[in-house]
């Protein structure tokens, strides 16, 4: 439930101050009034409104003047200007001094109602998407890697301690948590920023494959071989080479990385010549390597050639701080690249992500922002938007329980608008057809 609002209406014409004082309070707001200008800005020196209704025509100092004036000491308030029919060009002029609307006498109580409950909450999504962004400054970044929790500031700290070297980094961590991410902040503080990054993923290719890929080949190694080609350890020298899952690698592929390591040097496939060549070497796995030495499915001298600044990356679900400023940092990301008008989170589909426990880490948590995005009608994400709404465990009672609830719960909003289904589904924070297909499915009419 949203906290009471507070709004100040200035208004010379008592029968004004009255009728949408009341109008307002009926809708659940606290109202405070005042006669002019001046008085008005006396109140604002020592309280705070939620949102200012000010009328143009008023004796004294007028509503624009009013308006310049609170703007100088408040950019950011929200300011409503009041106007008669036949004063429409002053209404606009007020726009331009920075009134977020305007609306003209005599009112109609249903839209002014209506333009208020849009403003609120156009208002409390700013507010929460600045929070956000808030997290989002004061946290530890790399590039797209963000994070705030101790493990991740640690982690950063690393980051700074190892760049400025050429020694070999181990990234452990599980699937989706960014260890390529990672490896390439490395890259990009390291003195080898202006060489290439060059990633090779061991477990997307069959041995043969990665083989011709790593190492190149000449003309005429094999059948296709028309020419011949170099290869991704040529390509990285003055860079960094990324072997990306290494705990996938063959025996074979092993021990011909372990001679590259230790000899910096190589031969193409089909080739008689020794290649030299200068790169840093960053590993990563989700696999326990350890354990794989231990079982004879990884040789124990790579191990200790990769294994020189170890370097892990903790699941998602073990730093649960970090996940709304991940969020937000997606929700920007990603609504320009679908062009979507989405630009916040609500503070239930915010909970929805923290609670869950993302086994795909932070790639499941970009995926779910997607999807959102794709989905959402709003202006912020709900949590019916979320993937992950579906798989939350129900913690209410028998859902015959549940369902007195909800029509409870309807019919008091109806009857607290007075069955005006445009203001109960925005209340509700559903659409209109939701909202009459609950009706339908309770049987509610005015009438009862």
């Not at 991704?232 to 960094?240: F, P, R, S, V």
Request: glycine share 6%.
């Amino acid at each position: 439930m949203r906290r009471k609002t507070r709004i100040l209406v200035v208004d010379d014409e008592l029968s004004i101050r009255i009728s949408l004082g009341d109008l307002l309070r009926r809708d659940g707001h606290q109202v405070d009034v005042a006669d002019s200008a001046e008085p008005a800005l006396e109140m604002l020196k020592t309280q705070s409104f939620n949102l200012l209704l000010v009328d143009i025509k008023m004796p004294g100092m007028d509503g624009l003047e009013m308006l310049k004036l609170v703007k100088e000491h408040d950019p950011d308030a929200p300011v409503v200007m009041m106007t008669a029919y036949g004063s429409i060009d002053s209404a606009v002029e007020a726009m331009k001094l920075g009134a977020i609307d305007y609306v003209v006498k005599p009112f109609d109580p249903m839209e002014i109602g209506m333009l208020i409950e849009r403003i609120l909450e156009d208002q409390s999504i700013r507010r929460e998407h600045q929070l956000l962004k808030h997290q989002v400054r004061t946290c530890g970044s790399y590039g797209p890697m963000i994070g705030r929790s101790p493990a991740m500031s640690k982690l950063f700290e690393l980051v700074e301690d190892v760049a400025t070297t050429d020694s070999v980094v181990l990234i452990s961590g599980e699937s989706g948590t960014g260890k390529e991410v990672l490896a390439r902040a490395i890259h990009e503080k390291s003195s080898r920023s202006d060489g290439l990054f060059v990633g090779v993923n061991f477990g997307a290719l069959t041995e043969s494959l990665l083989e011709a890929e790593l190492f190149g080949y000449e003309k005429g190694a094999f059948t296709g071989a028309d020419s011949s080609k170099q290869g991704l350890l040529e390509a990285a020298a003055g860079g960094t080479l990324f072997l990306d899952e290494i705990g996938d690698s063959s025996p074979k592929t092993q021990i011909d990385l372990l001679r590259v390591l230790q000899e910096r040097k190589f031969r193409r496939v089909g080739g008689v010549k020794d290649v030299e060549t200068d790169f840093r070497v960053l590993a990563a796995t989700n696999r326990d390597l350890e354990q794989a030495v231990r079982e004879g499915l990884f040789r124990r001298d790579l191990y200790y050639r990769l294994n020189v600044v170890r370097m892990h990356i903790p699941p998602l679900r073990e730093r649960k701080e970090d996940i709304p400023a991940l969020a937000e940092h997606f929700l920007d990301v990603l609504r320009v690249r679908l062009n979507k008008k989405t630009n916040a989170l609500s503070p239930e589909a915010v909970q929805l992500l923290i609670n869950h426990d993302w086994p795909g880490n932070v790639r499941e948590l970009e995926n779910a922002i997607e999807r959102a995005l794709v989905v959402g009608k709003q202006k912020r994400i709900m949590p019916e938007d979320l993937p992950i709404a579906l798989q939350q465990p129900v913690e209410t009672p028998e859902d015959e329980a549940l369902d007195t609830w909800e029509r409870d719960y309807v019919t008091k909003k109806l009857e607290q608008y007075e069955w005006n289904i445009s203001r109960t589904a925005q209340a509700l924070r559903i659409d209109r057809g939701t909202l009459y297909a609950k009706i339908k499915k309770y049987g509610l009419s005015q009438e009862q």
